[in-house]
Structure formats: structure tokens, C-alpha cells
């Protein structure tokens, strides 16, 4: 249960503590963000699945239906991961600066991504699959 989602928090986690050492390329935070994103909506479609529901394509549709069904305690995690996804997704400019993220967006908004955070993110959703 749940080895789709397993494989891409470990990918996730090396991505970001391994790789990203190495490497200090900011687009591998974004890259890890992608593979928390789609372990989260492997845990959502397995427990519709679980729960007899149809699953939807619309990832909105999901979280409200994930919502009435889920774990209370993941779902702060599944909306923070899709806040900085989305926040990714509709930047314009992005610049690393003291191992922090700084994504400026066109409506002039300035978001802070830390290398921190999005390792706090896969730490709770490895804690929830006990990986």
C-alpha cells in the first residue's frame, strides 16, 4: 500500500538532502517540491480508492474530497505543498540567496522557499507512510 507514493517521498528526500549538497542548484528544491506533489496525490487517490469513491483528475476536487475522508493531520502538508507548487508554477523570477528560494511573481509578491521547510514537509509525509 501506498509504493507509488513511498518511491517519490525517497526521491524527494534524496533530491533535496544528497543532490542538492552536492549540486546547490535551486531548481532541485522545485524538483523535489514536484515529487512531494505527487506522493500526496498518490496517498489521496489510494485512499478514495480505499474508501469506494470515485477519484478525481482535478487536483481541487481531490483535496475537498480527501478532506471529508483523510487523515486531519496530513492535510496542513497537502496544502502547503500545492501553496508552494502553485506559487512555482505562476512565478516569473526565482533566485537563490543564503540557501534560501526568493520567487518573485508577476503581481509583484514575494515568496521565501527555505531548503528547511520543504524538508519539514517530507519529514511529516514520511512520518504519516512510516518510511
Known amino acids: 500500500m501506498f509504493e507509488q507514493a513511498k518511491r517519490e517521498i525517497l526521491i524527494a528526500d534524496h533530491i533535496l538532502t544528497t543532490t542538492m549538497r552536492m549540486l546547490n542548484d535551486k531548481n532541485l528544491v522545485f524538483s523535489a517540491l514536484n515529487h512531494l ?6 496517498i489521496m487517490m489510494e485512499k478514495l480508492r480505499e474508501a469506494k469513491k470515485p477519484v478525481p483528475r482535478e487536483i481541487t476536487v481531490l483535496k475537498e474530497m480527501y478532506k471529508e475522508i483523510g487523515e486531519k493531520e496530513l492535510f496542513p502538508i ?8 502553485n506559487i512555482k508554477r505562476k512565478e516569473s523570477m526565482n533566485f537563490l540567496r543564503n540557501g534560501n528560494i526568493i520567487v518573485l511573481t508577476k503581481d509583484y509578491r514575494s515568496y521565501i522557499i527555505t531548503q528547511k521547510e520543504v524538508k519539514e514537509l517530507i519529514e511529516g509525509v514520511k512520518a504519516f507512510l512510516k518510511v
Open 78 to 85: 497537502i496544502e502547503r505543498v500545492y501553496e508552494l507548487v
Open 37 to 42: 506533489e505527487k506522493a500526496l496525490r498518490h
